[in-house]
C-alpha cells in the first residue's frame, strides 16, 4: 500500500514536473525563419494591488483600476489609472509614494490616458476632461492645453462640425513643447507651444493607394466614391520624443504603411531601416494550430533609450519588440497567456498590456487587465547585446567586438553578432575575417567593402601570370601564322 | 584467345573517332545555335527544310537549363543569392523547367494546328529548347562572374543575365516563325493564342485534379461504408 502511494506521489510530481510550461524565446534569421535564440528579458517582479506596499513597508489600501501608462523620470514611476482616475507614483523599489488626481475642480482627472513628467511640470492627457492638465511637482494644477482654435475641433460647446478635444497620449520634448495624439485626429500629431497654445500638426501618415485601387478609382464616378467611404489615413497609437527632440511614433497596421516611425522637427521619418527584416514585429504567419493570436502585431508603446535602442510593444502577442539604432531586431520577449499563479512563475505572461519603458536597467510594462506592473530585468544576454549597440552606438568599434564575441558564446544563433565582429574586423584590416564573419553575418555591404581590397590583393599576385600567359598564347599564334606565311610561299614557289 | 578477342571487337565494335565525334558536339551544340541566333530568319528555315538540328543537342539543352537552374540556387555569389539553401529542392527545380516546356509545346501545338502551321510538335520543342542556348551560357558565365563581384558591380551580374532571358525570347519568336513559316503579325497573333492556351490547360488541369479528388473521395466512402456495414 504504502509503495502504490509512493509511486503514485513520484508520478503525480513527475506529471507536474512536465507539464509546467518551457519557454524557449526566438528570434528571426536573416532568411526569415524562426530560430531559437537566449533569453535577454526575464520577468523578476510583479506589483500590484495585492503587494504594493509604502516606504515604510505597510499595505497601501489603493485598488488598481485599468493601468494605460507607465513612465518614469529620474527615480520615480508614474502609472496611469484611467478608471480610478489617478496618477500613482512609485519610487525605484517599486514602493507606494502618493497619488494625485484626486482634487477638486482643475485638480480633478478623468478617465486619464497617458502622463509625461518633466524638470518643470507633470503634463496628464485628461481625456475625460478634454484637456492636456499640466501640474507642478506638488500635484497642484497649473494649467490646461485646451482644444486648438482649429476648424477640426468644436469652437464651442454646441458646434455641430468639429470634433471634441480627446488627448490620448501626451509627450513634451526638453524644450517644453508638448505633442499630443487625439481621438479621431486624421491630420497628425497635434503640437503645441510650451504656454499650450496650438502651432501646428506635424508628421501625418499619408494615404497610400495601390496601383489597382487607384486603378478602379480612375474608372469610378464622383457619386460612386462618395459611396465608397472615406480613406483615411493611419492613425498614430503612441509616440515617445527622445533626448534629442526626435518624435518616436507607432501607429496602427495598415497595409503600405510604416508601423514604426522616427520624425524629426519637419515631420519627416528619418527612422533607419537597416536591419535584415522590416520593423513590423512577428514577420511569420502564426500556426493556425496553436494557442498563439494570430494576425499581425499591433505596436500600443514605444520607448526610446539613451543610445538609440527602441522597443515596441505588440498587443496582439503581448510581445516586446527590441530594435538597435539601425533598425535590427535584436531580442523578442514577452508573451501573453493566463496561468493563473503568474506570482510564483518566472514566466512573462500578459493579458493586454498597455505601456512599457525603459527604467535604469530594467524594463517595465503595466498591464491593463491583470492590473499589475511587470518589472522585466535583462539576463547577461540581453545585457551583454545592449552593451555591444551602445558601443557600436559610440563608435568604439573594438570594444563592440569583443561583446560581440561574449554574446556568441551564449548564443551562436545571433547574426547580429557575426555581422558586428565583421565590421570591425573591416576597420582593423583584417579583410578576409571580415569577409567570413560577413557571409555568416548576412551582412551584403561589409562583405563588399572587406572583398574589394581582398579582390585587389589576389589580383597582385595572379595578374603576372594571367599576362604571362596571354603572352605566350599571342607569341604563339604569331610563330604559327608565321610557320603558315612560309609553307604557303613555299607552295606557290612550288606552283611556279 | 586474346588475340582472337582483338579481332573480335575490332571486327564487330563500330570504330569511334573521339576527335570527329567532339568536332560534331562542337558543331551541334556551339556553332549551329550560335549561327541560329545570328542569322535567325535563314538558319531557322534551313533548321525545317535541311535538317540541320538534332534530337540530342535538344534534350542536351533541356538538361543544362535544369543545371543551370540548379547552379545558380546553390554557387550564386553572396551579394545576389538570397536563397534559403533550406528551401531548396532538386525534384522542384527539375520539375519547374520540364513542366513549362511540356505545357508550352502542348500549347502551341493546339495553337498552330488550328492555325496553319507547317511545324510539328517535335520542330516546336526543339526549337524552344535550342532557344535555351543564350540563357544557358550566359546564366552560367553570369554565376561565375557573381562570385567576384562587389556591392557596386551586381549590375554585370544582372546584365548578363537578363541579356541571356532576352535572347531566349528572341530565338524563341524567330524560330517559332520559321518552323509554322508565318508572317511577323500572325506569330505575334499565335504567341497570344498560345499564353491563352496555357490558361486554359492550367485551368483543365485544375479542374481535372479536383474532379479526381472527388471521385476519389466518393469511391473511398463507398469502401468505408462497404467495410463498416459488412464486414
Not at chain 1, 184 to 188: D, L, S
Given at each position: 500500500m504504502k509503495k502504490i502511494i509512493i509511486v503514485m506521489m513520484t508520478l503525480t510530481i513527475l506529471l507536474l514536473a512536465y507539464t509546467l510550461p518551457v519557454h524557449a524565446s526566438y528570434n528571426y534569421s536573416p532568411l526569415m525563419d524562426v530560430i531559437y535564440s537566449a533569453e535577454a528579458l526575464i520577468q523578476t517582479n510583479v506589483i500590484d494591488t495585492s503587494n504594493l506596499v509604502d516606504t515604510s513597508g505597510n499595505r497601501v489600501s489603493v485598488t488598481f483600476g485599468d493601468l494605460v501608462d507607465v513612465f518614469t523620470y529620474e527615480d520615480f514611476i508614474y502609472i496611469t489609472d484611467s478608471t480610478q482616475h489617478k496618477v500613482y507614483i512609485l519610487d525605484s523599489q517599486y514602493r507606494y509614494v502618493g497619488q494625485f488626481g484626486s482634487g477638486e475642480g482643475n485638480n480633478k482627472l478623468l478617465s486619464p490616458r497617458s502622463t509625461v513628467v518633466t524638470k518643470d511640470y507633470i503634463y496628464v492627457a485628461d481625456h475625460g476632461n478634454q484637456r492636456i492638465a499640466v501640474f507642478n511637482h506638488q500635484f497642484e494644477w497649473v494649467f490646461s492645453v485646451l482644444a486648438p482654435s482649429d476648424p477640426t475641433f468644436k469652437q464651442y460647446p454646441e458646434d455641430p462640425k468639429g470634433y471634441d478635444f480627446r488627448p490620448t497620449k501626451v509627450a513634451v520634448d526638453k524644450t517644453g513643447r508638448i505633442y499630443a495624439i487625439a481621438d479621431?485626429?486624421?491630420?497628425?500629431i497635434l503640437d503645441f507651444s510650451p504656454d499650450g497654445t496650438f502651432s501646428r500638426y506635424v508628421g501625418a501618415n499619408t494615404v497610400t493607394l495601390s496601383l489597382w485601387d487607384a486603378f478602379w478609382l480612375r474608372l469610378t464616378s464622383e457619386e460612386q466614391r462618395l459611396a465608397q467611404g472615406y480613406r483615411l489615413a493611419t492613425t498614430f497609437v503612441n509616440l515617445h520624443v527622445d533626448q534629442k527632440g526626435y518624435l518616436y511614433t507607432v501607429s496602427s497596421v495598415t497595409e503600405g504603411a510604416k508601423i514604426v516611425k522616427k520624425l524629426n522637427y519637419k515631420g519627416i521619418d528619418v527612422l533607419s531601416r537597416n536591419g535584415y527584416i522590416p520593423q513590423v514585429g512577428d514577420i511569420a504567419s502564426m500556426p493556425q494550430n496553436t494557442a498563439v493570436p494570430s494576425g499581425p502585431s499591433q505596436f500600443v508603446d514605444i520607448d526610446v533609450n539613451d543610445f538609440g535602442n527602441y522597443m515596441v510593444l505588440d498587443r496582439t502577442r503581448g510581445r516586446i519588440f527590441t530594435y538597435d539604432f539601425e533598425g535590427n531586431l535584436l531580442y523578442i520577449a514577452g508573451q501573453l497567456g493566463n496561468i493563473g499563479s503568474s506570482s510564483t512563475s518566472r514566466q512573462s505572461l500578459f493579458l493586454r498590456p498597455t505601456s512599457l519603458t525603459y527604467f535604469q536597467d530594467s524594463v517595465l510594462v503595466v498591464d491593463s487587465m491583470n492590473k499589475n506592473l511587470v518589472v522585466f530585468q535583462y539576463t547577461e544576454f540581453g545585457r551583454l547585446v545592449n552593451e555591444a549597440t551602445k558601443y557600436y552606438y559610440e563608435g568604439e568599434y573594438v570594444l563592440a567586438k569583443q561583446t560581440w564575441e561574449q554574446v556568441l558564446t551564449l548564443n551562436t544563433n545571433y547574426f547580429l553578432a557575426y555581422a558586428g565582429i565583421s565590421k570591425s574586423e573591416l576597420r582593423e584590416g583584417n579583410f578576409e575575417q571580415a569577409m567570413h564573419y560577413a557571409k555568416l553575418g548576412y551582412d551584403d555591404i561589409t562583405y563588399s567593402r572587406a572583398y574589394q581590397p581582398y579582390r585587389y590583393s589576389q589580383l597582385v599576385v595572379i595578374f603576372p601570370y594571367i599576362i604571362g600567359i596571354g603572352l605566350a598564347g599571342l607569341v604563339f599564334v604569331f610563330i604559327k601564322s608565321v610557320a603558315k606565311a612560309v609553307s604557303l610561299s613555299k607552295e606557290e614557289e612550288d606552283v611556279e | 584467345m586474346l588475340n582472337k578477342l582483338k579481332t573480335f571487337i575490332k571486327l564487330h565494335l563500330p570504330k569511334i573517332d573521339l576527335i570527329q565525334c567532339w568536332k560534331q558536339f562542337v558543331q551541334d551544340v556551339f556553332k549551329m545555335p550560335l549561327s541560329l541566333m545570328s542569322h535567325p530568319i535563314s538558319g531557322f528555315d534551313d533548321f525545317k527544310r535541311e535538317k540541320t538540328f538534332k534530337g540530342y543537342v535538344a534534350i542536351f539543352y533541356l538538361v543544362m537549363m535544369i543545371f543551370t537552374q540548379v547552379i545558380a540556387y546553390n554557387a550564386n555569389g553572396f551579394l545576389v543569392n538570397k536563397n534559403n539553401p533550406k528551401d531548396f529542392n532538386l525534384l522542384f527545380s527539375i520539375a519547374l523547367v520540364i513542366f513549362p516546356v511540356v505545357i508550352a509545346v502542348i500549347a502551341n501545338w493546339a495553337t498552330t494546328a488550328l492555325m496553319d502551321g507547317k511545324g510539328t510538335m517535335t520542330d516546336i520543342f526543339r526549337v524552344i529548347t535550342y532557344s535555351f542556348f543564350p540563357y544557358v551560357w550566359l546564366g552560367l558565365l553570369a554565376t561565375i562572374i557573381s562570385n567576384f563581384i562587389t556591392a557596386d558591380e551586381v549590375i554585370f551580374f544582372t546584365f548578363f543575365q537578363s541579356a541571356g532571358a532576352i535572347l531566349m525570347v528572341y530565338m524563341m519568336f524567330f524560330g517559332l516563325l520559321g518552323i509554322h513559316e508565318y508572317g511577323l503579325f500572325k506569330t505575334i497573333m499565335m504567341l497570344v493564342f498560345t499564353i491563352v492556351a496555357v490558361a486554359f490547360l492550367l485551368f483543365i488541369m485544375l479542374l481535372f485534379l479536383s474532379l479526381i479528388q472527388q471521385m476519389w473521395a466518393f469511391v473511398s466512402s463507398i469502401y468505408q461504408e462497404f467495410v463498416m456495414r459488412f464486414l
Open positions: 479621431q485626429i486624421f491630420e497628425g | -
